[in-house]
């Protein structure tokens, strides 16, 4: 066996093999680490626009929550005062009807006190013609009896 001839064999082989791993074998395996590399940078890029999405999504959740109690407490303020105004106005609508009950029972009772006292100024007035009439004991005429009771009342006022 000749250790050059076997050497050099070897030596083909390898370099045949070391062209045929750079041509067909190397380059897809470069691509798939390249698209590898890629998709991990996309992701990180991705990963830091999230981050940066989301610190803005926080503030602006924090401005519209400010803006939203600013609003609720606004509505709040409105509601008390409109509430506020309900309550003066009922106060006042129950005063007005108050005020009308009191003049009203107190016409009232004015006009039952005047028509009492019509009612007793005209049985007073039957009574005077009645005392008169026995005292007399003679029987008055109507038209001189009417006479009398409206001279009496006339009188009485």
């Known amino acids: 066996m ?7 064999a070897q030596l083909v082989v390898f370099f045949i093999l070391g062209w045929f791993t750079m041509k067909f074998v190397w380059p897809p395996i470069v691509k ?10 996309d992701g ?17 959740v924090v401005d519209e929550l ?12 409105a509601a ?7 309550v003066d ?13 009191r003049e009203d029972a107190e016409a009232e009772a004015g006009a039952a006190a005047q028509r ?3 009612a007793l100024r005209e049985q007073v007035a039957q009574l005077a013609v009645a005392g008169a009439e026995r005292i007399l004991r003679k029987e008055i005429n109507a038209q001189a009896h009417a006479e009398l009771l409206a001279n009496l009342k006339q009188e009485l006022q």
Do not use: C, H, Y
């Open 32 to 41: 798939a680490l390249d698209e590898r590399a890629k998709k991990i940078a």
């Open 66 to 77: 400010r803006k939203a109690r600013e609003s609720a407490g606004d509505t709040r303020a």
């Open 2 to 8: 000749n250790l050059n001839a076997t050497l050099i």
């Open 89 to 101: 106005d009922a106060r006042a609508e129950a005063a007005r009807i108050i005020a009308k009950a």
């Open 116 to 118: 009492a006292k019509e």
């Open 44 to 60: 990180l890029a991705a990963a830091d626009k999230a981050k940066a999405d989301l610190v803005l999504a926080e503030k602006k």
């Open 80 to 86: 008390e005062k409109q509430a506020a105004k309900f």
